[in-house]
């Protein structure tokens, strides 16, 4: 009301001279009028000039005779018409009322003070101080030389009254925008924002304290396998590097050209730079060679090998991508052997629902040595599993282009009271590691495994989601350590 009551006005008139008077002409509080000006201020709707006027409040003293009279009348009206003796009267009145009220009704000649009885000298008095008081109350104006009495008889006291002055300001309309904090998907969709006036944002806001960081759940678990594999005396592989040429994420693995799993529906392919440009030369023509007619006690995949295709950058789709690189880089020194790991993103372009993402974490560990077999590995593994709280282990064969034999690794649930595939692994094929330029009698086992997997049967989580992006709860009640819930 008081807003549409200013800007209305301020429609027809330049200026509202006053805000006090235009508060009371309308009959609305001063105190709501002062609030709507500061808020139409700042939005720079007007343009608000303070002013400031002295003016008069009543004391307590003040408000009392405002209420119940003045002393002088309250004293005379105690004086019966036949007189009063002075102890008669002092009984009737309290000391200080008795007191100022003799002074005052002398002064003004109402009273006769004589020695034995005090008598009235008029008829009637009026009560011209409470009807003073009273004007001042309300904010009337009156004259100077009845202020000044009653402010040496200490009944009001000064105080600065502030208002505004008002005219229209640069952003003047007769109705105020309502103005919006977000754009949403509604007012998107039917093209309201373009009228939309949109809140500017306060860039130095405070946000809610924080009260403390968590680590991510995947975070933690990452850790902990970190540990397990540092204890079993492996190595971290260098996985930082998330664009990988074909060449090192498929080809060096022995995985043909025209595998499905290279099809950009299941691998996202760079645009920019859309190829590798450094390769080592004799070892592609190896890796050429064993697609094309084998070797190694191979025959070979027996089709057209294109160099184009190996050229081509991705993001890697595994990080056995990287083991590849590893081995190749041992193969070029004298033999020694080795234990690496890693745990790092990979890609793939899947479709997004509870249990998969476009992009997900793989934990992979690999053994390298002289005249390993497939007993190696599976001692291996069950030394890495039980490590988290997977005692009981099941292997199922399976196939990679890259290793022969290839194992699944179930372990058994008892929570879910069921086996649970947990990985994949298997012995690296001669035809990839004997281009490299191993030796011949060195054999490689490996395993590869999710990490979101483990997480989330340890936190209890059913959706991905819940663990990978925005959404994630980083809150510090879940329980820590692996073995307790693998199990
Ligand atoms: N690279 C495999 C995968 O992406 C995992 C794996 C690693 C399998 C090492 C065998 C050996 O699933």
């Known amino acids: ?65 405002a209420t119940v009279g003045s002393p002088e009348v309250q004293l005379f009206l105690a004086i019966p018409q036949e007189g009063i003796s002075k102890e008669e009267l002092q009984k009737k009145l309290d000391p200080s009322l008795f007191k100022i009220g003799c002074a005052q009704a002398a002064k003004n000649k109402w009273v006769e003070m004589g020695k034995q009885l005090i008598s009235r000298k008029v008829q009637h008095v009026d009560d011209k101080v409470k009807d003073l008081l009273l004007q001042i ?9 009845e202020i000044k009495a009653l402010k040496v008889r200490k009944l009001i006291i000064p105080q600065t009254w502030k208002g505004y002055s008002l005219k229209r300001g640069p952003n003047y309309a007769p109705k105020r925008k309502k103005v919006v904090t977000d754009l949403t998907r509604d007012n998107f969709q039917s093209g309201e924002w373009k009228e939309l006036e949109f809140k500017e944002y306060n860039y130095s806001a405070k946000g809610a304290p924080l009260e ?31 664009v990988e040429s074909s060449f090192w994420n498929f080809d060096a693995l022995f995985q043909p050209q025209q595998h499905p799993a290279r099809d950009s529906h299941d691998t996202f392919f760079l645009e920019t730079p859309s190829t590798t440009k450094i390769l080592p030369e004799d070892y592609v023509q190896r890796v050429k060679h064993v697609h094309e ?63 998969h993402l476009a992009e997900f974490h793989q934990i992979e560990g690999l053994v390298c040595d002289r005249g390993l077999t497939l007993c190696d590995l599976i001692g291996i593994l069950h030394d890495f599993f039980s490590r988290l709280g997977m005692t009981k282990l099941k292997f199922k064969p399976a196939y990679n282009p890259y290793t022969e034999p290839s194992m699944e690794i179930f372990s058994y649930h008892e929570g879910f009271k069921k086996w649970v595939e947990i990985g994949n692994s298997g012995m690296f094929r001669p035809e990839m ?55």
């Not at 429609?11 to 001279?17: A, V, Y």
């Not at 609030?35 to 008069?56: C, M, P």
């Not at 690189?325 to 790092?344: G, H, N, T, V, W």
């Not at 999710?450 to 925005?470: A, K, Q, V």
């Open 1 to 65: 009301m008081a807003e549409e009551a200013i800007l209305g006005f301020l429609e027809k008139n330049d200026e509202i001279r006053d805000s006090g008077e235009f508060a009371a002409e309308r009959g609305i509080e001063h105190n709501e009028i002062v609030n709507v000006i500061k808020s139409l201020h700042g939005f720079r709707y007007v343009d608000a000039q303070d002013i400031k006027r002295e003016t008069w409040v009543l004391t307590d003293e003040g408000e009392t005779y």
């Open 212 to 242: 403390g960081g968590n680590l991510h759940p995947l975070l933690k678990v990452r850790a902990q396998l970190k540990q397990i594999f540092l204890c079993m005396g492996f190595e971290e592989m260098p996985t930082n590097n998330f």
């Open 433 to 487: 590691l004997q281009p490299m330029g191993l030796p011949e009698d060195v054999q490689v086992i490996a395993w590869g495994l999710s990490l979101e997997r483990p997480t989330m049967i340890l936190y209890g989580i059913d959706n991905i989601r819940d663990l990978f992006g925005h959404k994630v709860f980083l809150g510090d009640n879940y329980e820590d350590g692996l073995i307790s819930i693998l199990n």
């Open 137 to 145: 109350q309300q904010g009337l104006n009156i004259g100077s030389d």
């Open 293 to 355: 007619s084998g070797g190694y006690g191979s025959r070979g995949y027996a089709y057209d090998w294109k160099r184009e295709e190996a050229n081509k950058n991705l993001l890697r789709t595994h990080t056995t991508a990287v083991s590849s690189r590893m081995l190749y880089q041992l193969a070029q020194k004298p033999f020694a052997p080795k234990k690496y790991f890693s745990i790092d993103r990979v890609f793939r372009n899947e479709a997004v629902d509870r249990t």
